[in-house]
C-alpha cells in the first residue's frame, strides 16, 4: 500500500526505567484513509502507543513509520503531515478560541494571507462559531475537546491521532465529534488512529479495531469480523427476588458458559439451544424474572472472550511513567 498517510509499526516496545512495558512488542498497519479503533482499558498502552508513533516518546525497540517517514529518525517530518488531539487539551485559559486557531497557524506555517479564513472556518466546523470570542475558561468540556480537534486540524494533516477524545462528553457533544471525525475520512481521506475505551465509538466509527491488553495485540479485525469470532448469542437474566440467583444461575449453567456479569445474570449459549428452552427450564423450577434478554454478540463480548474480563471492569489500572502521571 503506498504509505502516503499509513501507520506501520513493526515489534514496538516501550518500556520505562522502574517502571512497566507499557507497550509490549506490538505490530499494526494501518491503511490510508482508515479509521483504525485502538481498543482498550486504562493501562493497557494505548496513550504510550499514540505518544511513540507522534514522536513525543522514543521506543526503547521496534520500529514505527508514519506516512513513510521514521519515527526516531525523521521526527520533523512525521510532525509536520500529523494532527494530535491529547487526553488532556493544553488550551490557554485566558484567550479565545479564535486567539488559539491563528497562534496555532502562525506555529505551522499556514501563510499569513489564509490564517483568518482557516480559523473561520474550523471554527464553523467544529461548532465554535458563536463562541470563537469567548475567553476558554468559560468553555465546557465539549467546547474545549472540539477546539483541540480543531487545532489538530489547522494545517490540514493527512494523519489524526485522537486519544480518547470523547472522555467525559456528553452524549450530543460525543456524538458531533463522532460526525466531524467520520467526516474528515470521507470528504478528506484523512487517516484517523483513535484510541478509546468506549465500545459504542469503536463499533461506530473504525473500519477495523486492534484490542491491546497488557501492552499487547489480543485481537485485531473489523468489528463485525471480531463479533463473528465470539458466534454465539447469550443470554441475561435479571431477578425479580435476589434470593433467586444462584438457582437462577444454576438453571442458565446448563445452556452454556456463565459471563460473569454483577448486573444480571448471564451465560454464552450454546449452539441449538434457543430461548423458549431457558425459558420453560426457569417455569419448571418456578423461577421469575424481572428481564430476560437475548443478545447479539458486541465488542464486550470480545473483549471478555480475549481477555477474560470485561473492558468495564478492567479500567482500574492506569500505566504510570515516573514524573509525567497517567499515560
Not at 71 to 94: F, H, M, T, Y
Not at 156 to 174: A, C, H, K, V, W
Not at 196 to 201: A, F, R
Amino acid at each position: 500500500m503506498s504509505a502516503a498517510n499509513g501507520i506501520e509499526v513493526v515489534g514496538l516496545v516501550r518500556e520505562y526505567r522502574k517502571g512497566p512495558r507499557a507497550v509490549d512488542g506490538i505490530d499494526l498497519s494501518v491503511a490510508p484513509g482508515e479509521i483504525y479503533g485502538f481498543l482498550g482499558p486504562n493501562g493497557a498502552g494505548k496513550s504510550t502507543t499514540v505518544h511513540v508513533l507522534t514522536t513525543l516518546l522514543p521506543p526503547t525497540a521496534g520500529t514505527a513509520r508514519v506516512g513513510g517517514f521514521d519515527v526516531v529518525k525523521e521526527g520533523p517530518k512525521v510532525r509536520s503531515i500529523i494532527g494530535v488531539a491529547l487526553q488532556e487539551a493544553a488550551l490557554d485559559p485566558l484567550l479565545t478560541a479564535r486567539d488559539h486557531l491563528r497562534l496555532q497557524a502562525t506555529l505551522q506555517s499556514v501563510p499569513k494571507s489564509e490564517r483568518r479564513a482557516r480559523a473561520d472556518e474550523l471554527l464553523e466546523r467544529v461548532g465554535l462559531a458563536d463562541a470563537a470570542d469567548r475567553k476558554v475558561q468559560g468553555y465546557s468540556g465539549g467546547m474545549k475537546r472540539r477546539l483541540d480537534l480543531a487545532l489538530a486540524l489547522v494545517h490540514r494533516p493527512r494523519i489524526l491521532f485522537l486519544d480518547e477524545p470523547t472522555t467525559g462528553l456528553d452524549p450530543q457533544s460525543r456524538t458531533a465529534l463522532w460526525e466531524e471525525v467520520a467526516r474528515l475520512r470521507r470528504e478528506d481521506g484523512v487517516t484517523v488512529f483513535l484510541t478509546t475505551q468506549y465500545l459504542e465509538e469503536a463499533d461506530v466509527l473504525a473500519d477495523r479495531v486492534g484490542i491491546i491488553d497488557h501492552g499487547r495485540i489480543v485481537a485485531e479485525g473489523s468489528p463485525a469480523a471480531l463479533k463473528d469470532e465470539i458466534g454465539r448469542p447469550s443470554v441475561h437474566a435479571i431477578p425479580c427476588d435476589e434470593r433467586d440467583r444462584e438457582a437462577i444461575a444454576r438453571v442458565l449453567g446448563r445452556f452454556g458458559e456463565p459471563l460473569g456479569s454483577t448486573r444480571d445474570v448471564a451465560v454464552r449459549l450454546r449452539e441449538g439451544v434457543g430461548l423458549a428452552d431457558i425459558v420453560r427450564a426457569l417455569d419448571a423450577e418456578g423461577l421469575t424474572l424481572l428481564d430476560l434478554e437475548l443478545r447479539a454478540p458486541t465488542l464486550d463480548d470480545v473483549f471478555l472472550a480475549k481477555t477474560g474480563r470485561t473492558l468495564e471492569g478492567a479500567a482500574e489500572e492506569a500505566e504510570v511513567e515516573p514524573g509525567r502521571g497517567g499515560v
